[in-house]
């Protein structure tokens, strides 16, 4: 099977082993792992924070750099998000029905990573080797847009030597919000340390996310606090087949 | 009921630092979500119920012209009075005429976010009418001098020693306890009195039904039974958007707001009358139909979506922004998730314009709206309204500059690489061994309670070209 990786600016620039621990953990299940160099950001930014006319160039060239990929598979269920829920509202915001006929055609090729383990590859136990206490954050992407329910817990539950722990109100937000961080700085704080509370309160060593724009957060209050707590990448955990953290 | 108009992100942190605020969100919005959640759990056909209750409020929107012209029809027949207002003002005028004709200077109310929206109170006591607040939190807040804080609990903002104090001194009563019952009796005693003297009540509506003229009012402690139907006149102030077409409408909507308000599967008192009945309740009865920026909320095909709020507050209840700031930061009667979306658009974006961004976007609003309304997405939507309308002015922006620099960095795959070369060189004053602890700029607000992570020494991409 062959998979097309929509690495998202984010990760690219970010979290480069993110995207390295995709592509490992593929190629273990046998995919032909493509990685098209043209691409460069979904629009996500520019599109919640009311620059969508901005947004609409970058829509385009997404449908374009992607358009002959039969599987795209991305460690982002934000981006993977905004394809699927905002890409058909801004071809029309565009009045473009080229634009609209494409976005129709390519959302259902776009997974987020877990979905495409579970689903098209049909896969749970990737062979996974991780020997730590991991807490479970269910983004707010992953939860209400693209349901992703149990399923990165299952993954999870196949990891040999994981021991699940679990954060009380897990589904509440962490804070991030994308720009909703800098631009309401003080109540997003606050719902970082609820979130920290809990977190410590799971007794985890590590939290671990399908999106890692929820890891920066969380990853940089847990290292404001000195907490002892580190930050992993769901694809991070499932590419680990030796012992400590990646 | 007026708020002064300071930016979101100012009132929220103003908010944040109240301690004991938090502590009484915290327990209060958890009590009733963990209500609502058992309440909606136990049916089975809840999403059904909401998919009709979207279908039957997205109709009378759609046709509300039409529904609108019908309802007066259908209440004039019914022998009450309908008057048109189309700014709070005229409907505070009606409101002081009936009061007038009656020869009192005092009225009695139902709870009612119309009435609070306009500034009823202040109206008629700019015209040497005192309007009583009937209901036991409104009162609360009444006596208190204060500004609601939530649709449904207009006094979650207080806990029970502070509510005690304020009853207490509002109504002198001594030695007053502060058990839920000592509380309640202490008001009953002060309404009781005004329910059989004062002979003008005012109500707004929870629905109106166009088909038969009917006004429907629910709620928990009866103090609306007693305004709308001791008083000899009725005044019923009702939103243009709260009308219903047919009267089997309420089969779903009476399900579906109970449930997700107060978690109740049914609430306590349910009114509906239909114009006056000789001998049997008010001898006169005013609709005011209250437009106050509607019509200008219906121009936006996708903004009036928020006019299918049925004021159940779930979402405020679910909202994580409003857990932790309460509703005085939204400075509006409206405040929460639905507030974000109803108040700058009512205030035809010139006031809360900082509200569309007093959310994370997650969803949760969503989830449990009764009629679906997609206020992330309408969130989305008035940000851009917004930044559309701040792009006609000739300051310079920065955010503005940013943003277009951004976008052409992303439009070109050379422009984007050299970027993330740039931003590894640019950093390095910035970066103390693995962290950042404060950066300049706009991104100091991240640094503020946040380290922040720096750009490892190779992308994804350079990992990819070099295996």
């Given at each position: 099977m062959r998979a097309a990786l929509f690495i998202t600016c984010f990760n690219d620039t970010l979290f480069p082993r993110t995207g390295q621990a995709v592509v490992e953990v593929l190629e273990r299940l046998g995919c032909e792992v493509v990685f098209p160099e043209e691409q460069t950001c979904c629009g996500q930014m520019h599109a919640n924070s009311g620059y969508q006319l901005e947004a609409v160039p970058l829509v385009r060239r997404f449908v374009e750099v992607f358009a002959e990929e039969p599987l795209i598979v991305t460690p982002s269920s934000s981006c993977a998000a905004m394809v699927h829920d905002q890409y058909p509202r801004l071809a029309e915001l565009a009045g473009d029905e080229g634009l609209a006929t494409a976005v129709r055609e390519i959302s259902p090729r776009v997974h987020e990573f877990s979905q495409l383990l579970l689903g098209p590859l049909g896969v749970e136990d990737v062979g996974a080797h991780y020997p730590h206490r991991v807490a479970y954050h269910p983004a707010c992407h992953s939860l209400r847009s693209l349901r992703l329910g149990e399923g990165p817990l299952r993954l999870l539950r196949a990891v040999e030597g994981l021991e699940l722990c679990e954060i009380e109100e897990a589904d509440s937000c962490c804070g991030f919000g994308g720009t909703f961080a800098v631009k309401n700085p003080d109540t997003s704080i606050a719902m970082l340390n609820d979130k920290l509370a809990a977190i410590r309160g799971s007794g985890a060593e590590v939290v671990c996310a399908a999106d890692n724009s929820c890891l920066l957060q969380i990853g940089g209050g847990l290292s404001r606090g000195r907490l002892g707590v580190g930050t992993v990448h769901?694809?991070?955990?499932?590419?680990?087949?030796?012992?400590?953290?990646? | 009921v007026s708020f002064e108009q300071t930016p979101f992100p100012a009132a929220a942190a103003g908010a944040l630092a109240d301690h004991q605020l938090r502590a009484n969100l915290r327990r209060a919005t958890r009590t009733i979500r963990d209500r609502r959640a058992e309440a909606v759990g136990e049916m089975p056909d809840w999403e059904e119920l909401r998919s009709a209750g979207e279908r039957i409020k997205r109709t009378a929107i759609r046709h509300l012209d039409r529904h609108l012209e019908e309802l007066e029809r259908s209440i004039e027949r019914a022998g009450g009075t309908v008057h048109w207002a189309s700014s709070g003002e005229q409907a505070i005028e009606v409101v002081a005429a009936v009061a007038r004709s009656h020869g009192t200077d005092e009225v009695i109310k139902v709870k009612s976010l119309a009435t609070d929206e306009i500034g009823l109170n202040e109206g008629l006591a700019r015209r040497g009418i005192g309007a009583i607040e009937t209901d036991l939190a409104e009162l609360i807040v009444q006596l208190a001098g204060d500004l609601p804080s939530h649709i449904l609990v207009p006094a979650i903002h207080r806990n029970r020693a502070e509510i005690r104090d304020i009853l207490s001194a509002g109504l002198g009563v001594e030695g007053l306890g502060d058990r839920p019952a000592e509380l309640a009796e202490a008001a009953r005693r002060h309404l009781r009195s005004k329910f059989l003297s004062v002979p003008v009540g005012v109500s707004g509506a929870n629905f109106a039904v166009a088909e038969t003229g009917t006004i429907c009012v629910v709620e928990s402690e009866g103090n609306g039974r007693m305004c709308t139907t001791l008083p000899r006149a009725l005044v019923t102030v009702v939103g243009i958007e709260k009308v219903l077409p047919r009267f089997r409408d309420l089969e779903v909507m009476l399900q579906l707001l109970p449930r997700s308000s107060t978690g109740e599967r049914m609430n306590p008192y349910t009114s509906l009358w239909t114009g006056v009945t000789p001998g049997d309740g008010p001898e006169e009865l005013h609709v005011v139909l209250l437009d106050a920026g509607r019509t200008d909320v219906l121009a936006d095909p996708i903004g009036r979506d928020a006019l299918h709020c049925i004021r159940c507050s779930a979402c405020l209840n679910v909202c994580p922004v409003y857990e932790r700031v309460g509703g005085h930061a939204y400075r509006s009667v409206y405040p929460g998730p639905i507030g974000a979306i109803l108040t700058p658009q009512l205030e035809r974006m010139e006031e809360g314009r900082t509200l569309p961004w007093a959310s994370s976007l997650c969803g949760a609003c969503y989830e449990v709206c009764p009629v679906k309304i997609d206020i992330p997405s309408l969130l989305v939507h008035l940000r851009g309204r917004v930044v559309r309308e701040?792009?006609?002015?000739?300051?310079?922006?920065?955010?503005?500059?940013?943003?277009?620099?951004?976008?052409?960095?992303?439009?070109?795959?050379?422009?984007?690489?050299?970027?993330?070369?740039?931003?590894?060189?640019?950093?390095?004053p910035f970066v103390r061994g693995e962290k950042i602890e404060r950066l300049p700029g706009p991104l100091a607000a991240w640094t503020e309670g946040r380290d922040m992570r720096p750009l490892p020494p190779r992308t994804f991409r350079n990992w990819w070209r070099s295996r």
């Open positions: 769901l694809a991070e955990v499932l590419a680990s087949t030796g012992s400590g953290p990646r | 701040r792009e006609g002015s000739a300051r310079v922006d920065p955010e503005r500059m940013a943003m277009r620099a951004l976008a052409r960095t992303f439009s070109s795959r050379r422009r984007y690489e050299a970027a993330q070369r740039a931003g590894r060189i640019a950093q390095w």
